[in-house]
């Protein structure tokens, strides 16, 4: 199959390949536009422009619809490197509501106003599909446009499209809610409320106060990863569950995930006590114990479904008449109260498996500023001498 190239402009180039015949008999010429260093590579970006002509995977953009490329989008970019829940997730919007109302377009005609038209249908109060009244919230909204605007940004990086419509469409506005936790005399009230309960649950609430685990982390503990001479835990893994998977063991959220947490002796002697159960368990069981290591497991040794403890955390908070907060939220409780008792961001955001201190900022801002507040009157004391315990500035 014959090409060539023709230079358009600084660093663009025009591959031009003719193959085949169209209507009437004439020949099909194919072109696509290039941003190249120099024409060598503008000769690769050909080679593999003629390999696709020739194996029939290669869509002309204006016939590419939005429903076709998303489609290309979730194989080609979302399975290789998203996780199976936010691949899931983003079928499930694009099925929803993104492919029925934007599906047809062109993507290359997708502009603005048919985002903003879409975001305005969203808001309606007939939108809704769960039965309840009222329209979509701001959150969910932004749900949608975080999906849109990675799909045109790769249609824009694949150069099927020169800009992206969503660069020009901001958002709904959310309010920002602070992160729900407890505070250091409710975290008694619970571990008090916790010591006649099955030893299991009051196991994996400890550990995750102590260590502010994810759930799905907490859930891909395996023994091999306690190390009782040290006092740690170290976590390589999550559990999840999808409808259509059930429950699977996938990496962890990202690289700094993967991490080694120091727990209280205390919280180890409740491991180690747990431990001896299972293994009691497991005996009792006999063959039809399955040898998974996993820490949590359901009576025969598979793993638990990572659902199991959030449940019963909310039902054991009722039947106690704590305060509500949601299981997650034990993870806000361990980080706040860390920043409250002096523990560095770095540390923190370390300890938690934050990808960077920023997202540990932003999400803890709110104890931040307690934690701040607290500083001052330390200073207040320390600089004025109101401390009775502070001895004399010289």
Known sequence: MAGSIEKRGENSYRLIVSGGYGLGGKRKKYTKTVKCKNKTEAKKELAK????????????????????FSKRWINDYAKPKLAPKTIYEYERLLELRIIPALGHLPLSR??????????????????????????????????????????????????????????????????????????????????????????????????????????????????????????????????????????????????????????????????????????????????MWNDTDFMFTQWNGLPMHPSTPSGWFGKFLRRKGLKKITFHQLRHTSATILINAGLNIKALSARLGHSNTSTTLNIYSHALKSADKTAAEKMQNIMFNEDSNTSEIR
Not at 182 to 193: F, G, H, M, R, T
Request: aromatic fraction near 8%; glycine fraction near 4%.
């Open 110 to 287: 997708v502009k603005p106003m048919h985002i903003i038209d879409f975001y305005n249908l969203l808001q309606e109060n007939s939108v809704r599909k769960d039965g309840k009244k009222g329209r979509l919230s701001n959150n969910t909204i932004s749900h949608y446009h975080r999906l849109l605007k990675n799909i045109f940004g790769t249609a824009v990086k694949w150069q099927l499209i020169p800009i992206n419509p969503l660069e020009n469409v901001d958002p709904p506005k959310i309010k920002k809610r602070e992160a729900n936790y407890y505070n250091e005399e409710e975290v008694k009230q619970l571990i008090e409320a916790l010591q006649d309960e099955e030893l299991k649950y009051r196991c994996a609430i400890m550990i995750t106060l102590a260590s502010g685990l994810r759930l799905g982390e907490l859930m891909g503990l395996k023994w091999e990863c306690v190390d009782f001479k040290n006092n740690t835990i170290e976590i390589v893994r999550a559990n999840q569950y999808l409808v259509n998977k059930g429950t699977f063991t996938k990496d962890t959220k990202n690289e700094s995930s993967n991490r080694i947490i120091a727990l209280p002796q205390s919280v180890m002697d409740i491991i180690k006590e747990y431990k001896k159960e299972q293994n009691e368990n497991r005996l009792k069981c006999g063959e």
């Open 49 to 68: 422009f003629i390999t696709e002509i020739e194996s029939n995977s290669y869509v002309e953009p204006s016939k590419l619809t939005l429903e076709s």
